[in-house]
Every structure is written in structure tokens, then in C-alpha cells.
């Protein structure tokens, strides 16, 4: 017994565990600060269009709300519909933004993100870490790939658990009428 805790406190003594604040450690690199600027100046592209098409949008609506009265039934629909349609292209444009805005920030981010993947490896490998937890996520953005991964042994418990296909119901006997 004594022996048996001795060897698990000697392999939980080889394992070395260290944070990371990625969220400090992205803010110092220079490239995060370029790609911050370059989608604030994308957004900022954006943005003038949608200042656009919010100001033709106000102005429609204004027509219409100022002068609705007096129109004829017919132009009063045409303008009801022009102003429903360009707040239809407007919803359209604002969702659109929103996904190439975020493809784009995946685009700049990845050579950012391979680069912090690298330097964090680099150092815990030179400080001999087994782990690195980041604090700012809450994830493990280094362990060992392999050494001491439990998932192909979990996998096998998985497949030897699955419960058998159930029987299908056998056919009973007739049963017989009463009193015979």
C-alpha cells in the first residue's frame, strides 16, 4: 500500500502545471493591435454605407408620414412598399456585415493565433510544463498530445457498454376460452 502511494506521488510529482492569460498575452503581440485597426476600418466602411441607406430611409419615411395625406392611394402603396423594401435590404445588409465582419477577423486571426500557439508551446516546453491552463478561457491550450490521453481507452469502455439490441416479443400460445 505504502509502495502504491509512493509511485502515484511520484508521478503526479513529474507533472509540471502553469496559467496563461491569453487575453494579456494577445493584447502585448503587435499583430493583434493591426488587426484591430484593420477591422475597425472595415466596420468603419460599413458604417458609411448603412449611414447611407438609414438616411434615405428617414427620408422616406418622413415623406411619406408628412405627405401621406395627400397623395393618392396608388403613390402612397408605391412609397409604403419602397420604404419596406430598403428596410428589407437594410436588415439584409446589417446581417451580411455581420458574417463577413466575423469571417474577416477569423482570417487576420488565424496567422495571430498559430503564432501564439507556437511561442506558448516554446515556452512550456523550456519550462517543462505538462499543462497550461488559460485563465482568461478556461481552456488547455497545451497538454501532451498523446502521453497521457485517456480518450482511446474511454472509447473502447464505450463500445463494450452498449446496451444488446432487445429480443423481439415471442408469439404466445392462443390462450384457450374459459370453461373448456
Known sequence: MLLCALFTTAAIAQQKIGHINSAEVLQAMPEFKQMQEALERKKAEYTKVLETM????????????????????????????????????????????????????????????????????EAAKEGGYTYIIDIASGSVPYFPKEEFSVTESVKKKVATSVPAAPKPATPSAPAKPAGK
Open 54 to 121: 438609414y438616411k434615405e430611409y428617414e427620408l422616406k419615411s418622413k415623406e411619406v408620414q408628412d405627405n401621406g395625406k395627400n397623395m393618392m392611394e396608388a403613390i402612397l402603396e408605391a412609397k409604403i412598399q419602397e420604404i419596406q423594401d430598403l428596410q428589407r435590404r437594410i436588415q439584409a445588409f446589417e446581417d451580411k456585415v455581420q458574417g463577413e465582419l466575423e469571417k474577416y477577423q477569423m482570417e487576420l486571426m488565424k496567422p495571430i493565433n498559430d503564432k501564439y500557439i507556437k511561442l506558448l508551446e
